[in-house]
């Protein structure tokens, strides 16, 4: 549900996703205001990811502290100036290629981090992603729960939302956003994550109407170049991000994405089958 003026305090909105929106605040800066009032949890495991990425060299916005408006929690942080990779394709398809190697880069470096100790491990948000998704046939969810149990734990930190709409392009260069589905854990889910989403994933509500229409294409050759990127800055394990696949689809369906849900029971139908 959408918050109504007031419960921001009148503030002007500048920006919205499915998890939170985004309002302006004193000084410049930006209030992020998640959408679920029981989110303070995930409003401090945010901040604390977001100083790690920083300290391995990511460039994250400043978090200057937390406060509920209307029941709700929210983190000021620095407000980036600049479009996100979404926008910036929507307006500029051609530079479709840059951008993916630009993300490749970028995850690379993220995924360098170790995460804090403290914050839920990427098993334990799966686990509860699958769960959650009455839409997810019982046999694909036992499927998937299975497959998960052999996986490694891991201690890197994993963005698990990092997609071309999640980055801003900064005066200073790009600038890594949303870090509400971050967790601790092996970061070839994290490829894996971000791979499924270039390759099926449906552009977050405002998309330019030219994203839109390119969404499918455009996200395979996002896919591809994204990998090769990646790849050069931080060997990718084949193996290790296709054994990944298949909890992470299912753990999608626990986003409630309907547009979606065909694809990734497909996916999930013929990893089965192998």
């Excluded at 303070?40 to 994250?60: D, L």
Aim: with cysteine; charged share 25%; aromatic share 6%.
């Amino acid at each position: 549900m959408k918050a109504e003026p007031d419960q921001a305090n009148g503030r002007a909105k500048i920006a919205e996703g499915r998890e939170a929106e985004m309002f302006a605040w004193e000084d410049g800066k930006v209030l992020r205001l998640l959408r679920d009032a029981s989110g303070a949890a995930a409003n401090e495991r945010q901040a604390e990811a977001m100083r790690a990425a920083a300290a391995c060299g990511v460039r994250v916005p400043a978090v200057y502290g937390t406060t509920v408006v209307a029941g709700r929690p929210g983190l000021i942080m620095e407000r980036i100036q600049g479009s996100d990779l979404l926008s910036v394709v929507g307006r500029k398809p051609w530079t479709l290629f840059f951008d993916a190697i630009l993300c490749g880069e970028v995850h690379a470096q993220l995924n360098e981090a170790t995460a804090p100790a403290g914050i839920r491990t990427v098993k334990e948000y799966f686990q509860r992603q699958i769960a959650r998704s009455a839409a997810l046939p019982l046999h694909l969810a036992e499927f998937a729960l299975a497959t998960l149990e052999q996986l490694p734990e891991g201690e890197k930190l994993c963005h698990l939302d990092f997609h071309p709409g999640n980055i801003i392009m900064s005066p200073d260069g790009p600038v890594v956003i949303d870090w509400s589905n971050v967790c601790r854990g092996d970061p070839w889910a994290d490829v894996a994550r971000t791979e499924l989403m270039l390759q099926i994933g449906e552009p977050p509500p405002g998309s330019p109407i030219l994203v839109r229409m390119l969404a499918r294409i455009g996200g395979r050759i996002l896919a591809w170049g994204y990998r090769r990127a990646y790849t050069r800055a931080r060997s990718i394990d084949k193996r290790a991000v296709a054994a990944w696949k298949v909890p992470v689809a299912a753990a999608r369906m626990g986003d409630g994405i309907e547009s979606e849900f065909p694809a990734i029971v497909r996916m999930l139908e013929q990893a089965k089958t192998v």
